[in-house]
């Protein structure tokens, strides 16, 4: 029946098409896919429908089964069935769905199918380590797979858009969203949030978008939305341009260039305008520069927040500034369905600009196929055969094993060899907890699911010499005497003791935001406890952020940081502890020695006062008389069972002409006993520029396996436009001089350094 009705709208649409009827505004339109038998068929559909069916669909609705922000008053279902709804998110499963669906299609004038959004941020029932933890892997193609399997199994669940991937850059761990991105590096960063977004939408062709297993993606938040003052979230981001351009601004170019079909605007004001209400941003280099035509959406009520922004007068005035500046679809906050009408018959919006953001609309919906069939999606048999197949568990099992990051492993206290015949003290407040691992954004997750650490040790462990005993210890935020001494007793009689601490999921993430990034103090007054029965102490971190580890740096053998690890948390960690995965993960953010150092990041200037290291306290100079300046763990830094080494490094000329290239070789090594995978990293230096330039930047990375005594030649080129930054006029060019260059194991490794000159 509703397909009925599908096939004759369109059959009407195409026939008036041919009549040589045409769009009540002239149409420049360039579409998303750039197939004009698609812009057609959106033109034909748009030319039946009325200004309010079209501001109908720039406006989305939640359907509040999962809030993610202030409940709006409004409910929608009045919109719904006279067909004035666009899109609709935090509605989930196959039956669900398609009540909501079936109402659109068959009770509304013109039937148009509506666009399903949620949150599938690190896996939609497989959860997936937080995204900053995954991007610790630094291995592109497991990112991908992640987002691939999380769209397969979110579009079979009837889901057509996520909003993620999530490619702010930040540089504050304060900021509990953290988490969500791929951390603190532009280059990463960009390379991250492209596999991200192949992943969801199945590569880069906006033909695959009609698979069921995909998803359309959502590059958020643009724009420099990690750029939050003092981490607190949601507040203004004042840089200059040339920062903008420079570090926040590439990730999302990137998510551009693999063409991602939607942006979401971000609710902080950027120098002085809200992106979503910033042409600047919207229009003129998301569309202009960029050649961006997809579609925007704000985030949630962030087109009503311009009013205690105190750019807009009202919500009528918010929506005028959104939409004018290029922001297509209003999440949740019901001012475009309220007052679009009224500002285009006041002539303050045109009829054009409504067009344009519903063309773009349409267009997904069409490259969805949800104009041919709107159920398409719509399949319980699929779910059910999708959702946590086998395969998707060993993937998340593999991915959290690699985004774990051994900070510390003093006199190789890890791993914990299955045939030594060590007693092992299990203790922490994190040991036996489930609730947490998925951290914050868990999709569709279960928060009683995911395998405990206690459990996965169990498992790993069965059959061998290792004698387990456990006591709790401590609970997140509190220590008793009695859980404290409950926990030093079994230390006592142990040979080695597993501590497992953390944080809350609810401690990061959106809203969460900390002035104190130390482990809580009950969580501390446990180490202290056990760091004075004298045994070895090996500490697993679940942590939706980078933590000030000082005191547990100075005072505890060996740290692995296992971040909020998801679903199958407990068996990646406890393959790490075991050595049948052996570490591989390298930070993507630095980890501060104290909250007075943030921000601290690799990528920082020079100034004209550097610290000289060979005298670091030296007077007036760039520092601290408290503190060193560096990181205690710098970005790219994360240790390994094995050792390695980097050797032999050549450059094939010194001399880069323009729109020449110059090839780096290297000869890495494996210098210890066990296999395992080197991330190489290449960084370099521009040493004069028309604007100060970063002391280090990342250029080339590679991650590597090599078996334990292995050696192997590996390859970087580096071209002129590598080297292209945003300089004193904004344009990107490279600029001719000397550059220094590194090939090397962590951003603070200067092992390796060569120069080279650009023409
Ligand atoms: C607000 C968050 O900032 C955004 O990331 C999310 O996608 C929306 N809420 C919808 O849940």
């Known amino acids: ?141 497991l990112i991908k797979r992640t987002a691939q399997i999380a769209a397969e199994e979110a579009a079979s669940d009837g889901l057509h858009w996520t909003f993620a991937p999530m490619v702010d850059i930040s540089r504050d761990p304060r900021w509990g969203r953290v988490m969500e991105g791929a951390g603190e590096d532009p280059f990463l960063g960009s390379a991250v949030a492209k596999a991200r977004v192949e992943g969801f939408q199945g590569g880069t062709d906006w033909r695959s978008l009609k698979e069921t297993n995909t998803v359309l993606a959502c590059a958020k938040h643009f724009a420099a939305y990690g750029a939050a ?75 009503n927040e311009l009013v205690p922004h105190g750019v807009a007068e009202n919500d009528k005035h918010a929506a005028q500034l959104a939409v004018n500046a290029g922001t297509e679809m209003d999440m949740t906050g019901s001012t475009y369905i309220k007052y679009l009408k009224q500002l285009v018959e006041e002539e303050k919006v045109s009829e054009k600009t409504i067009d344009d953001a519903t063309r773009r609309i349409l267009e997904m919906k069409f490259l969805l196929g949800l104009f041919e069939d709107p159920y398409r999606y719509l399949d319980e048999n699929r779910a059910k055969n999708t959702i946590q197949k086998p395969e998707f568990m060993q993937t998340a099992r593999k991915a959290v094993a690699e985004s774990a990051v051994l900070l510390k492993n003093d ?75 409950e926990a030093v007793t079994i230390a006592k009689n142990s040979d080695l003791i597993l501590v497992a601490l953390g944080e809350d999921f609810n401690w990061s993430g959106e809203a969460a935001s900390l002035t104190d990034i130390r482990l809580h103090t009950a969580q501390r007054e446990l180490l202290k406890a056990l760091k004075q029965v004298g045994k070895p102490i090996a500490l697993v971190i679940f942590s939706g952020r980078p933590l000030d580890l000082s005191w547990e740096n ?35 953010m630095s980890f501060p020695r104290n909250v007075g150092q943030i921000p601290v990041y690799y990528n920082q200037k020079n100034t004209g006062r550097p610290v000289n290291f060979d005298n670091p306290q030296g007077d007036y100079r760039s520092k601290y008389e408290d503190s060193p300046i560096t990181a205690l763990y710098p970005f790219g830094y994360g240790l390994s069972y094995t050792t390695f080494s980097i050797s032999d490094v050549k450059l094939d000329k010194t001399v880069m002409e323009r729109g020449g290239k110059i090839t780096i070789t290297a000869k890495i090594s494996n210098t210890g006993n066990t296999d395992g995978e080197l991330v190489t990293q290449l960084y370099v230096r521009d040493l004069v520029g028309s604007v100060t330039r970063p002391v280090k930047e990342l250029k080339g990375f590679q991650k590597t396996a090599l078996k334990a005594g292995e050696s192997k030649q590996i390859q970087f080129s580096l071209t002129e436009k590598d080297l292209e930054f945003y300089g004193i006029d904004m344009t990107r060019k490279a600029e001719s001089g000397k550059f220094k260059l ?12 060569l120069e080279f000159e650009l023409k």
């Open 742 to 753: 590194w090939v090397a194991q962590h951003s603070a490794d200067n092992a390796n350094e």
């Open 1 to 141: 029946m509703a397909k009925l009705k599908f096939i004759s709208i369109i059959a009407l649409a195409l026939s008036l098409f041919k009549c040589g009827r045409t769009p009540s505004s002239s149409s420049n339109w360039n579409s998303f896919s750039g197939d004009k038998n698609i812009e057609r068929k959106v033109d034909s559909v748009l030319n039946l429908m009325t200004l309010e069916e079209k501001i109908g669909q720039m406006s989305q609705f939640s359907a509040n089964w999962s809030v993610t922000g202030p409940v709006m008053p409004d409910d929608f279902q009045p919109y719904l069935e006279k067909g004035l709804v666009g899109s609709i998110f935090n509605a989930v499963t196959v039956e669900g769905i398609r009540k909501m669906q079936e109402i659109a299609v068959e009770k509304t004038r013109l039937g148009i199918p509506i666009l399903f959004a949620y949150d599938v941020i690190h896996g939609y029932k497989t959860i997936f380590p937080m995204p900053m933890g995954e991007a610790c892997s630094w291995n592109l193609e």
């Open 554 to 588: 100075e005072n505890i053998d060996a740290i692995l940081q296992a971040w909020f690890p998801g679903t199958q948390g407990g068996y990646g960690i406890a393959d790490v502890i075991a050595g049948d995965y052996n570490p591989s993960g390298r930070l993507v």
């Open 229 to 303: 003052e003092s981490g607190r979230d949601y507040n203004t981001a004042e840089l200059s341009e040339h920062t903008l351009r420079n570090i926040y601004l590439p990730p999302y170019e990137a998510a551009k260039e693999a063409n991602v079909a939607t942006y979401m605007a971000s609710f902080n004001d950027v120098n002085g305008i809200p992106a979503t209400a910033n042409k600047w941003l919207m229009s003129d280099i998301l569309r202009g520069e960029w050649n961006f035509k997809g579609f925007v959406v704000s985030d949630y009520t962030g087109i």
């Open 411 to 485: 006199n190789n206290l890890l791993p914990i060899r299955k045939d030594s015949p060590k007693k092992v003290a299990l203790i922490g407040a994190m040991m036996k907890d489930s609730i947490n691992l998925n951290g914050e954004w868990q999709g569709r997750g279960d928060r009683n699911q995911p395998v405990s650490l206690f459990k996965g040790l169990q498992e790993v462990f069965r059959n061998s010499s290792v004698q387990f005993s456990y006591a709790q210890g401590c609970t997140l935020t509190e220590a008793t005497s009695k859980s404290v001494n």
